[in-house]
């Protein structure tokens, strides 16, 4: 069993409709949480930034983590099309010990106006 | 990216040739991080550093060597390319442990 899951996608929706992007994990260690969004040929850039379990919001961007689930999710309120890109999410366990992230493969995003 | 840049952006060379790509950052970042992605793989560690002459293996160490002798330079080096090398290569930046990555805008390096 992989230590990440995304689904690859791609995910194809509508302008305006509300997206879910998920991950699921195996190692219960992991305390910190990311989601990162990568335009095609170019870097992936930090979205979001969760530690432990709960909600964040920051504007049209909703993550969510369940630590008891081992789930954790993106959502996307409002689609635009300049929403179109892959995300990955990534986790690390922190703690004492140096530990580098563990990324998902990422899902594939696309939005038509 | 601001603050961190990846040379080349894009190289071809011949198996066998070494190769060497640089990644040079602004922000004083104490971690640097040698990614590649590829199609169905997603993104791999190769090697990471914690400080000037302090690195460590990733998962896909086999092949590749780094070096940091300042703070603001680490370099990744491809002994003899081979046409597995062929990829996408990411650096990446970030203050803590803990903190989220800043990475660069790539290195398309493809070995023929």
């Known amino acids: 069993q992989k230590e990440v899951e995304q689904d690859p996608g791609p995910l194809s929706v509508p302008e305006g409709a509300i997206v879910s992007l998920n991950c699921t994990y195996s190692?219960?260690?992991?305390?910190?949480f990311m989601w990162y969004r990568q335009y095609s040929r170019k870097g992936p850039e930090l979205l979001m930034y969760?530690?432990?379990?709960g909600n964040k919001e920051d504007g049209r961007f909703t993550a969510q983590v369940d630590k008891s689930s081992k789930y954790i999710s993106l959502f996307i309120r409002d689609s635009q099309p300049s929403d179109s890109a892959t995300y990955l999410c990534?986790?690390?366990?922190?703690?004492?010990?140096?530990?580098?992230?563990?990324f998902g493969k990422g899902t594939m995003l696309l939005v038509s106006p | 990216d601001a603050g961190i840049t990846q040379s080349p952006r894009h190289k071809v060379t011949e198996t066998g040739t070494p190769v060497t790509l640089r990644c040079h950052q602004t922000e004083n970042h104490r971690y640097m991080y040698w990614y590649r992605q590829d199609p169905g793989h997603g993104l791999r560690l190769i090697h990471y550093?914690?400080?000037?002459?302090?690195?460590d293996k990733g998962e896909v160490s086999d092949g590749y060597s780094v070096s940091r002798s300042k703070t603001e330079d680490f370099l990744l080096t491809l002994e003899s390319a081979t046409s597995s090398q062929t990829s996408v290569y990411f650096c990446?930046?970030?203050?803590?442990?803990?903190?989220?990555?800043?990475f660069g805008s790539g290195t398309r390096l493809t070995v023929v």
């Open positions: 550093s914690y400080g000037v002459k302090d690195t």
């Open positions: 190692n219960s260690a992991f305390q910190y």
């Open positions: 990446a930046i970030s203050w803590d442990r803990a903190d989220g990555y800043t």
């Open positions: 990534a986790m690390s366990e922190g703690g004492s010990g140096y530990s580098t992230l563990t």
């Open positions: 969760t530690y432990s379990s």
